[in-house]
């Protein structure tokens, strides 16, 4: 008996033909859609400020829309986070489309995870909650099930629950299902997209993943057939250590035991992923906290040919006197210049300042006057990339934890029956797990100084303010040195924004993986835009493009 999961959206903003791609490429029982992040979070938040009836993904609306007769017809359920911080808001716009369509489906939602009124001062703040009452809302035969913030991997183990009939004690089947979920949440990425080595297939158009889920928590990793892009155990690795941390990989439902999976090609565009063990839930849920931090603005001065420092100093001195109240401003010259450039692009190298103040004023008029004054009086070859604006809000987030009983986890059925879901009866509380031991370094040999990205891949991304680092091995050889080379140390070395912070290592030796988590490298999180990549998106890149002497044998 197996369930076969979709993924339409890994975003808010994904591509808008994904889901009737997903209806018409090959069967399915279920498709999800991911639209939700720490991010998104704050710009409904926003959305919402200015419209109380707002709050949630609209593009889900205009894709169902164009889809929901497609999967009433053929049978597939949706589930989906686009309800946002305003389900009930969303399940009433989908029955509301229905009626006008003339589609008989049954729509339900997830409550409870919003407890902004708790926490005063804050735009947003949501429970992660898990799978159980979207288990519930599927039992009583919802065919579209929309929830507000759920841990992406819920969206999985919801239908999983539901379908083969786990109960929360069912700890290593939940396990397995949260893998699959993990794997699936960020779409076109378990399928070549944003991977480390794009040119093993044809990525111009990736296809979105599904999962074939058994009933022991096993699944195997595919996408429908004649889809672009390709699944293999790589994609699929790159995927698991997204976003992820050591070998317990917390949720509501379960925890996860990374250093325990296990992957192998299933044939073409086929991986299988078995053997994950479970742990009970730790005793508390995870609060993602949304508010507005302040106003930002941000001035790219444009730095051509001759006395690149120098030219730097002036602005920054001319600039001085207008920044004197700015609560944090910050300068970043790169040099993307050369010696005796060919276009005067490439002569050129760019100075960026951001400035920071509780003030929108502060920012806005106070900057971008003094700097448009400089026109004609600063360096020579004066211009910036574009002018400087009235100063925009930007956000803060944080996360706090709360008791699995400090929320009301509720199934709202498609009839407006209220259905509670209990907190789980036994939890686990997170602890590190003892470290594993490492393979066999590799015999003396003769090396070479190259980038580390010729023997490993690479993906990262943010959470809160950290971001996480995910380091593969290719083969069995480079795994032996990469586990005793690239240490934390090593990594602090080879990049030097992190030297003053915390960086800590996780060995997962059946990915042959390395995680490192970097403790504070993005301030306040994405949308505080602390650095040149909020996001750490391409830390990861920027990794594997630094030069190690690698052993020969491995090149």
């Excluded at 928590?217 to 690795?237: L, Q, Y």
């Amino acid at each position: 008996m197996t369930l076969r999961i979709g993924n339409a959206s890994g975003f808010y903003g994904d591509r808008f033909d994904a889901m009737r791609e997903m209806l018409t490429g090959g069967e399915l029982d279920v498709l999800t859609g991911d639209y939700l992040a720490e991010l998104t979070m704050l710009i409904l938040g926003r959305d919402r400020l200015k419209d109380p009836a707002a709050g949630y993904a609209r593009t889900f609306l205009r894709q169902l829309e164009d889809c929901l007769g497609l999967a009433h017809q053929r049978g597939v359920r949706i589930v989906t986070n686009a309800g946002g911080l305003n389900p009930a808001g969303l399940a009433d716009a989908v029955r509301n489309m229905a009626d006008r369509l003339g589609i008989p489906v049954r729509v339900a939602h997830v409550a409870g995870d919003d407890l902004t009124a708790a926490h005063p001062g804050s735009l947003a703040a949501h429970a992660y909650l898990g799978g159980f009452a979207i288990a519930q809302c599927l039992r009583a035969g919802a065919d579209v099930v929309v929830t507000g913030r759920v841990t992406d991997a819920a969206l999985v183990t919801g239908p999983a629950a539901a379908h083969f009939g786990w109960t929360p004690q069912d700890h290593d089947r939940l396990a397995g299902a949260v893998v699959a979920g993990h794997v699936l949440e960020c779409g076109a990425q378990a399928t070549g997209g944003n991977y480390a080595f794009f040119r093993d297939g044809d990525v111009r158009r990736p296809g979105f993943p599904l999962a074939e889920l058994h009933e022991d928590g096993s699944c195997v990793i595919t996408k429908h057939p004649g889809t672009g892009g390709f699944v293999d155990v790589g994609t699929v690795t790159a995927q698991l250590l997204y976003e992820t941390a050591g070998a317990r990989y917390a949720g509501p439902d379960v925890t996860a035991r990374l250093d325990t999976v296990r992957l192998s090609q299933d044939g073409p565009d086929r991986v299988r992923i078995e053997g994950v063990r479970g742990e009970a839930p730790p005793p508390t849920l995870k609060v993602g906290l949304n508010r507005l931090g302040g106003f930002r603005n941000e001035v790219v001065f444009v730095l051509t040919g001759l006395d690149v420092e120098a030219k730097a100093a002036l602005v920054r001195e001319q600039l001085e006197p207008a920044l004197a109240k700015a609560a944090d401003v910050r300068w970043e010259l790169v040099r993307t210049d050369r010696s005796d450039a060919p276009t005067e692009e490439t002569a050129s190298a760019l100075l960026r300042l951001v400035v920071r103040d509780p003030d929108q004023e502060v920012v806005g008029r106070a900057l971008s006057g003094a700097a448009v004054e400089l026109a004609l009086a600063g360096y020579p070859g004066f211009h910036v990339l574009a002018p400087p604006g009235k100063g925009s809000p930007y956000g803060v987030f944080e996360d706090v934890y709360v008791p699995h009983g400090g929320v009301d986890h509720v199934a709202v059925l498609h009839d407006g029956q209220r259905i509670p879901v209990p907190p789980p009866h036994d939890t686990l509380v997170l602890d590190d797990v003892p470290r594993p031991p490492l393979p066999e370094p590799l015999p003396p040999g003769p090396v070479t100084r190259a980038p580390l990205g010729l023997v490993a891949g690479a993906r990262s991304g943010d959470k809160g303010g950290d971001a996480n680092v995910g380091v593969w091995a290719r083969t069995d050889d480079a795994w032996r040195w990469l586990a005793h080379e690239l240490t934390a140390d090593r990594f602090r070395e080879l990049i030097p924004e992190s030297r003053e912070l915390t960086v800590v290592r996780h060995v997962l030796p059946n990915l042959r993986a390395l995680n490192f988590v970097v403790e504070g490298i993005l301030g306040a999180g994405a949308a505080a835009r602390h650095r040149f990549d909020p996001q750490a998106k391409a830390l990861g890149e920027w990794l594997r493009s630094r030069h190690l002497d690698i052993p020969e044998a491995l090149l």
